[in-house]
C-alpha cells in the first residue's frame, strides 16, 4: 500500500454531542450509566468504520469508571480515535466530557477503551488497514494502547487455560 494511502487517527476521528434529556436520567436526575455507554460504543464504532471503510463489531470493552455525574440538562461531548490497529482489530480511545455552556469549561465524565474487529460478508474478521500515528499524542496513544492489546491477549490466553 503507497504510505499516501494509510490513514492517520486524525482522518477517522469522530467528534459528536448529545442533550441530557429526561428519559436518560434515573430518579434522582443523573444519566444511567448504560446510556453513557451506549452513546460510547455508537462513536466509537463510527470511528472504526471510518478507518477501515469496512463493517465492525465490538468484541469488547474495557472496564469503565464514571469520574463525574452527568444531570439533565447537561451536553455530552464524546471524542473518539483509533488508538491502535493490529491484524483484524482496532482499538478505539473515547473521552467524554461535560461541557459547561457558559464558560466552555469541560469536565472528564469517563475514558474508555474499546475492541472492534473488522468483518467481512460472511462475518469473518478480515484484515483492517494500517494506521499511522503522526502527532505526538497519537504516538503516545499508541504506544499505551499496544501495552493494553498485549495485556487483554495475555489475559485471554489465561482465561481459556484455566476454563
Ligand atoms: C469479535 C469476533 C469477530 C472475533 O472473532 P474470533 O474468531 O475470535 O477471531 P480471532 O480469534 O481471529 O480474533 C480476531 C481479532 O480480534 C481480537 N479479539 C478477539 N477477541 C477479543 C476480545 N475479547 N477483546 C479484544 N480483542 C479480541 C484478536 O486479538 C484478533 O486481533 P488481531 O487480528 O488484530 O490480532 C467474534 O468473537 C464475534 O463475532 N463476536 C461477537 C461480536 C458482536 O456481536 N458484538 C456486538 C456486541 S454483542
Excluded at 25 to 53: K, L
Excluded at 134 to 162: H, I, S
Aim: glycine residues 6%; hydrophobic residues 40%; contains cysteine.
Amino acid at each position: 500500500m503507497a504510505d499516501c494511502e494509510i490513514k492517520t487517527p486524525a482522518r477517522s476521528a469522530v467528534v459528536t454531542r448529545y442533550l441530557v434529556m429526561p428519559q436518560h436520567a434515573n430518579p434522582y436526575g443523573t444519566v444511567f450509566g448504560g446510556i453513557i455507554m451506549e452513546w460510547i460504543d455508537m462513536v466509537a464504532s463510527m470511528a472504526a468504520q471510518r478507518h477501515c471503510g469496512m463493517d465492525v463489531v465490538t468484541a469488547s470493552i474495557d472496564s469503565l469508571a464514571f469520574e463525574n455525574p452527568v444531570h439533565i440538562g447537561d451536553q455530552v461531548v464524546l471524542m473518539a480515535s483509533v488508538n491502535y490497529v493490529g491484524r483484524t482489530s482496532m482499538e478505539v480511545g473515547v473521552k467524554v466530557v461535560v461541557e459547561d455552556l457558559a464558560t466552555g469549561q469541560q469536565r472528564i465524565t469517563t475514558r474508555a477503551y474499546l475492541t472492534f474487529v473488522s468483518i467481512d460478508k460472511d462475518h469473518q474478521p478480515i484484515a483492517a488497514p494500517p494506521i499511522r500515528p503522526e502527532t505526538a499524542d497519537e504516538k503516545r496513544r499508541w504506544d499505551n494502547a499496544a501495552l493494553r492489546v498485549r495485556a487483554r491477549k495475555q489475559l485471554r490466553g489465561q482465561v481459556k487455560n484455566a476454563t
